[in-house]
Nanobody
Framework: QVQLVESGGGLVQPGGSLRLSCAAS????????MRWYRQAPGKQRELVAG???????VYVDSVKGRFTISRDNAKNTVSLQMNSLKPEDTAVYYC???????????????WGQGTQVTVSS
């Protein structure tokens, strides 16, 4: 099976920075797209940023210019550098990846357990 483990969450003041990391392990042949989602209390989970295996990145408008997603294909990791954090960035952040376990076979979606990010003074 596949496990995704996030790290790097915490409490930070407005304007501060945090770096989230997610490591995938287990029965992995190849990982296609990797993504970061977040879910604030009382709100739906939303896509924050995504990155292809070729490192093409996309972002939700609210984080453009502040967040940067990156990945290391050799280590099966994805990171999210978050700068100029705002209180509205407070949420549980989840890592998601499309993983091919065996060939031939389809990619399946896998999720991490989530890491809390709190932006508050």
């Amino acid at each position: 099976q596949v496990q995704l483990v996030e790290s790097g969450g915490g409490l930070v003041q407005p304007g501060g920075s945090l770096r989230l990391s997610c490591a995938a392990s287990g029965s992995i042949f190849v990982i296609y797209d990797m993504r970061w989602y977040r879910q604030a209390p009382g709100k739906q989970r939303e896509l924050v940023a995504g990155i292809t295996s070729g490192s093409h990145a996309v972002y939700v408008d609210s984080v453009k210019g502040r967040f940067t997603i990156s990945r290391d294909n050799a280590k099966n990791t994805v990171s999210l550098q978050m700068n100029s954090l705002k209180p509205e960035d407070t949420a549980v952040y989840y890592c998601n990846a499309d993983v091919v376990i065996r060939v031939p076979g389809p990619a399946s979606s896998h999720w991490g357990q989530g890491t809390q990010v709190t932006v508050s003074s």
